[in-house]
């Protein structure tokens, strides 16, 4: 089985819509710019998800995570999860941010911004934005374990079945 491709290349891809940001990159995400895209004088509230990696995984240590994207079908499916999630909740502005290639541990994989007039709707936003971005984007990731437990490429969304991968 082959694995996804370790397409890194920095892409920065607005959508038609000013008041909603995507972007792939590989280089560090950056909480205050993130926040200075949705930041308006209309909104009452903003809320920003910031997802890390962790140092480990169901009780075995990760060394790093490595993220993989069919980039241009991942683009557009975050614009897309985007537009629906300002819709539904009548949001000012979204912006969603994911890292890709190595993301060391305690470094951002993933920032979500959210604006909107009221604090409720900010908060289902960023928690239905993550969700959707989870569920639906084609963004792989590969959890490389500590010792000689090598990793595992799984789909980005919690519970996905993995495909082992041993060290060489």
């Avoid at 008041?19 to 949705?38: G, P």
């Avoid at 374990?145 to 060290?167: M, S, Y």
């Amino acid at each position: 089985m082959s694995k996804p491709s370790n397409d890194v290349e920095k892409t920065e891809v607005y959508t038609q819509h000013d008041d909603i940001w995507v972007r792939l990159t590989s280089d560090h995400l950056d909480l205050n710019t993130v926040m200075a895209r949705v930041k308006s004088p209309k909104a009452g509230a903003i809320v920003i998800f910031a997802g890390t990696t962790r140092d480990n995984f169901n009780g075995k240590p990760v060394k790093e995570l490595q993220y993989s994207a069919y980039t241009q079908l991942a683009i557009k499916s975050m614009g897309e999860i985007g537009e629906k999630v300002r819709n539904k909740h009548g949001l000012i502005a979204i912006s969603i941010e994911h890292r890709l290639g190595i993301v060391p541990i305690g470094e951002e994989s993933i920032l979500i911004a959210v604006a909107a007039p009221h604090r409720q709707a900010a908060w289902r936003a960023g928690e239905e934005a993550l969700e959707e971005c989870k569920a639906g984007v084609e963004i792989w990731k590969l959890e490389e374990f500590g010792g000689d437990d090598g990793g595992v490429w799984r789909a980005n969304r919690d519970g996905a079945e993995g495909v082992p991968v041993l060290q060489a």
